[in-house]
Structures are given as structure tokens and as C-alpha cells.
């Protein structure tokens, strides 16, 4: 019941406090949009420990926690990134249009930690959601710069498709690592790795997505364009998998 009451004055104190960062970063005032946004991210993480500490098990598993954990990363790295001089409309206040979609998707979800079962604290179960979770915080915060780099100033664009393009690279290798954790899950589990299914397709749909955004040749603005749109995809990908495995459970 503590936890519960804990979770309904944290969550919307903290949408609160991502709204004012989104505001007063629109407004231009830098550092009381990273203090507040500071603020969110901290609330955020009590709100993870809170449920962790509650379920006994990391929060990864059902949508509302593994959401408030990519929002937590994604928020942390919005605080820490540097600002784009020079440019009206800064890649933080991407980062904060996005945190506030992943909370409002949470909305229709039940606010509460997920349920212990046998297998939340198996290695490799913990691995596999966790690293997924890890994957679609840091892919949204490439998606923010390849958003500034579409819309964005000119004179930026190319250090904005660059650093679109690295946190895309980590997002891709959390990925693959979540996709053998889910392996050697199987193998364990079953006795036999995972075979064709609805969801090794999910998978190998957004690896696809990746794996174009890394390889279109040509370094002109057409191949730049072309690639930052498959990364879009593949993020929005990992995310409607998300919401759909999400509603399943439900």
C-alpha cells in the first residue's frame, strides 16, 4: 500500500517537473530547465528503486516500469548532454517531448511494479528486458539528434547526424546483446535456442532497420537523410513491440 501510495504522488510530481523542463528549455532558460529536468530524473530513479525494492527484482519487466526505466535513461542523458550553440531549437527539448510520450503511454498502463515470478531474478530473463530497456532510452535520445538533424539548424547538421548516429551504434550493441541474453535464456530454459516466431521476426525486423541505417553508402545529404530515418524506424519499431507485448500482458 506504501509503495502504491509512494508511486501515485512520485509519478505525477515527476511528469510535472519534465513538463516545466520542456517549457523553460523552449523558453530558452538552459539552466533552470537542467535543474529541473535534474529534479525529474532524480524522482524518477527513487520512483524505480521504490518499485525495485518492492517486487524484489529489478523493474524490467512489466510496461510501466520498463518504460520508467528507458525514461530514466533517456532523462539522464538529456541532463548530462551538452547544448547545440547557436541553434533555436535545442536537442534537449527533443529529449523532453520524448520522455513526456513514453509517460503518457505509461498512463493507460497499471502504475505498479510487476509481480514477482520464479524466473525476475534468473541472469540471463534480467539481461534480456533489462538491456532492451537500456536499448530504446538510448535509441530515443539518437532519434532526439537525428530530429534536430532533419528540422534543425544547417551550420549543425553534421555533428548532429554524427552524434545521432553513436548513440545508435549503442543502442544497436544493447540490442544484440539483449537478443543473445534471450538465447542463452531459451537454451536454458528449453533446451534449444529460440526458432522462428512472431517475435524472432519483431527482432530481426528492427535489426533490419539498424543494419540499413549504418550501411546505405554515400556521405551526401540524401544517404544522410535516408539513414537517420531508418534509425527513427527501427527506435519506433522497438517501442510499438513494446506497447504491443505490453497490451498482451495486460
Known amino acids: 500500500m506504501e509503495t502504491s501510495l509512494f508511486i501515485s504522488i512520485a509519478y505525477p510530481v515527476d511528469m510535472g517537473l519534465y513538463v516545466i523542463s520542456l517549457v523553460t528549455q523552449l523558453l530558452k532558460w538552459t539552466g533552470s530547465s537542467r535543474f529541473v529536468a535534474l529534479c525529474a530524473v532524480l524522482v524518477n530513479g527513487a520512483l524505480l528503486a521504490v ?3 518492492s517486487s524484489h527484482h529489478l523493474p524490467v519487466f512489466n510496461l510501466f516500469e520498463s518504460l520508467m526505466l528507458s525514461t530514466f535513461v ?3 542523458l538529456g541532463v548530462f548532454s551538452r547544448p547545440e550553440k547557436g541553434c533555436p ?32 531474478t534468473f541472469l540471463w530473463v534480467v539481461l534480456f528486458h533489462g538491456l532492451r530497456c537500456l536499448a530504446l532510452g538510448t535509441g530515443l535520445f539518437a532519434v532526439a539528434h537525428f530530429m534536430l538533424f ?7 547538421e553534421k555533428s548532429l547526424f554524427l552524434m545521432g548516429r553513436n ?25 534449444d535456442f529460440w526458432h522462428w516466431s512472431g517475435t524472432f521476426f519483431q527482432s530481426a525486423l528492427i535489426i533490419l532497420c539498424l543494419m540499413f541505417a549504418f550501411h546505405i553508402p ?19 519499431i522497438m517501442l510499438a513491440v513494446k506497447i504491443g507485448k505490453g497490451l498482451w500482458m495486460v
Open 51 to 53: 518499485m525495485a525494492v
Open 74 to 76: 533517456l532523462g539522464g
Open 89 to 120: 531549437w535545442d536537442a534537449r527539448a527533443w529529449v523532453w517531448l520524448l520522455v513526456l510520450l513514453l509517460m503518457g503511454i505509461t498512463l493507460f498502463f497499471p502504475g505498479q511494479a510487476s509481480s514477482y515470478r520464479p524466473d525476475s
Open 150 to 156: 532533419r528540422f534543425g539548424s544547417r551550420a549543425l
Open 167 to 191: 548513440y545508435l551504434l549503442v543502442t544497436t550493441i544493447l540490442f544484440l546483446c539483449s537478443e543473445y541474453a534471450g538465447m542463452v535464456w531459451c537454451q536454458a530454459g528449453w533446451g
Open 218 to 236: 554515400g556521405k551526401s545529404r540524401l544517404s544522410e537523410n535516408t539513414r537517420s530515418i531508418s534509425g527513427i524506424v527501427a527506435v519506433l
